[in-house]
């Protein structure tokens, strides 16, 4: 049985039938993230998602370092990995990723299914086996019943990446003020400021804030041995300390913040753009000094605080039984 499930202004919108969600009507101005996912698949990824058994010595889980009550992230600058080693990058939500033509910070990945097993074999990162783990899920008694329902196999490692993206994709997000229009004044000022004078529409635009592209903003430019960032993966001298635009979508939860985690809040964020960035010729010429009172940055950080969304829909997921 397949399902669609879509998300329309954040709501929840079922296609085909099933009976543990609701569908909602949309309402207008839209966060439009359309899914059409297995639940078998869905289900089996999101177990796997929470399963310690993808970890060397099973002691962590991707929700370890994508924490859900945490906007997915996880209040670090940089990841800790299972063996207390810590990385140099800022965890990501993964948090309206669906969409996403590439991942990791550097793009580096080009499919949710390519990225999954990178973690799980990453030696800073869960530091397993594949093999390893594969007979591990194979020996339990739980999940070689639900590859055969996902996908008429045994376990294997396709397998496990296939359903983890299929997890990541059905995750949506219920309708954020934003979504819903629903500003205060300060959080409509912010958000002309955002489109306008701020120039911050410029590369966070669309749907989930993000024109999915690499920009230097300079953060890190400052200190010794920067980040190469998307000029190891594209070789071009211009993407040196580049990163990918990430969604500002729940970007409340997700301190602290950038690609190193080196700004503590938006407050810091806003100040950050508002002096033009650091100064470096490498920067992107979008990014210039702004000169915002006091008043227009509360404003902008109240904007930012309007796309956190009440919840996602992972109790669902947790208790759909295909
Ligand atoms: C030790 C902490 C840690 C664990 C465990 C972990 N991640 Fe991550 N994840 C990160 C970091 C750090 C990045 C960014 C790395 C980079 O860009 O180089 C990331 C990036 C991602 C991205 C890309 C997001 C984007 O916007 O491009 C996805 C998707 C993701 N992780 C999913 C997973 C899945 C699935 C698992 C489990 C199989 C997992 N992560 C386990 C820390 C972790
Ligand atoms: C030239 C493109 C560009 C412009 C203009 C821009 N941003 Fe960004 N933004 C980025 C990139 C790229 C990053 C990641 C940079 C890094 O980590 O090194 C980022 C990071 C952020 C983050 C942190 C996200 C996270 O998950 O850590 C916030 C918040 C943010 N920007 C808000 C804004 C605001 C507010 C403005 C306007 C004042 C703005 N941006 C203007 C490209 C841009």
Known sequence: ??????????????????KLMAPTVAPAGALRVAAVEDPAKVEL?????????????????????????????????TALGVAGQRGNRNVPTILAVGKNPYFFWDGRAATLEEQALGPIQNPIEMNAKLDDVVAKLAASKDYPPRFQAAFGTGVDAPGIAKAIAAF???????????????????????????NGRGNCKMCHKGPNFTDTNFHTTGVGLDRPNPDAGRMAISKKRFDYNAFKTPTLRNIEQTAPYMHDGSLATLE??????????????????????LGLNAQEKADLVAFMKALTSPGTNIKEIAHSRP
């Open 268 to 289: 810091e964020v806003v100040d950050y753009y508002d002096k033009g960035g650091n100064p470096n010729p490498l920067v992107d010429p979008e990014i210039v000094p």
């Open 45 to 77: 990824g999101f177990r796997l998602f929470f399963e310690p058994m993808l970890s060397a010595g099973n002691k962590m889980s991707c929700a370890s370092c994508h924490e859900p009550g945490r906007g997915f992230s996880n209040g670090e600058p």
């Open 1 to 18: 049985m397949r399902i669609v499930w879509m998300l329309a202004a954040g709501a929840l919108v079922l296609g085909g039938c099933h």
């Open 168 to 194: 990541e994709r059905a995750l949506t997000l219920e309708p954020s003020p934003f979504d819903r229009g629903d500003l205060t004044p300060a959080q409509q000022r912010g958000r002309e400021l955002f």
